[in-house]
C-alpha cells in the first residue's frame, strides 16, 4: 500500500515536448518504461447505478476504483488495484493476478475459488459492490522518477476507450476511440510528503488541475 499526493493536468503537445525536455534533464527515466514509455491498458469496474463514474463528475471528495491493469500488453505481469482517492491524496493497494485469474473477475456468477489470499479479499469485495468491467482505458505513458522522495512525473498522450472485454488488454492492435484530442497530454506528478522545488517548478505553469480522471473521459467517450 501506498499513500501519496497526485496532482493532474492537461497541456498543449508542444508543452509536453518543452516539459519532458526539462525533465529529462533533471529526473531519471523509469526503469521499466524505458526510452520510448510504456502501453498500459486498464479495464476498469462500476456497478449497475455507474457509481463510481458519478461521484468522480459530482466531485465527491472520497471515491474508490477498480481496475486490472497491464503493461506492453504483457501477460507475465498484470495487475488488481483498488485506488482510494481523498480529495489530492491517493491510496493504492495492489496484488499480482495471472491472465487465467482475470475470468473470475469479469464473468458474472463465475467462481471466486481460484483467487487466494489478498486476491480473493478484493474478488469478493467486487462482488459484494456489484462491480462489473466498465471500460478499458489504454494510453502511452512517459515516465520520471526522483527516488529520493517517492517523485513521480508522468505523460500521458493518445488516451482511448476500448470496449470492457479482458482480452482486449492484451491487443494493441485493436482500435480504440480517442478520449481527447491528440494533441492534448495530461500530466501528472506524485510525491510523497515532499516535492522538490525543481518538480514543482515544471509544473507551476500549468494553470489549472484536471478534475475529471482518464476513466471518467473514456466512459464518455464509450458512450
Known sequence: MATRHEEKFIIGY??????????????EID??????????ASLYYDDRYDSALD????GVRVHTKYRVRTYNSDASFIRLERKVKRGIM????????TEEEIPALCEPGRDLAQLSGRQAVMGLEMRAKGLNPAVIVRYRRDAFVYPRTDTRLTFDTNVEALP????LLFDEEHPGIPAMPRDR?????KYGEYLPQFVRKISA??????????YAI???AWR
Open 14 to 27: 508542444a508543452e509536453y515536448l518543452r516539459l519532458r525536455a526539462r525533465a529529462e534533464a533533471a529526473m
Open 31 to 40: 526503469p521499466h518504461a524505458g526510452e520510448d514509455g510504456y502501453l498500459i
Open 55 to 58: 461521484e468522480k463528475l459530482d
Open 90 to 97: 491517493t491510496e493504492k493497494h495492489t496484488v499480482r493476478l
Open 164 to 167: 470492457p472485454d479482458y482480452t
Open 185 to 189: 497530454v495530461i500530466m501528472e506528478v
Open 205 to 214: 505553469c500549468c494553470s489549472k488541475q484536471l478534475s475529471v480522471s482518464k
Open 218 to 220: 473514456c466512459r464518455e
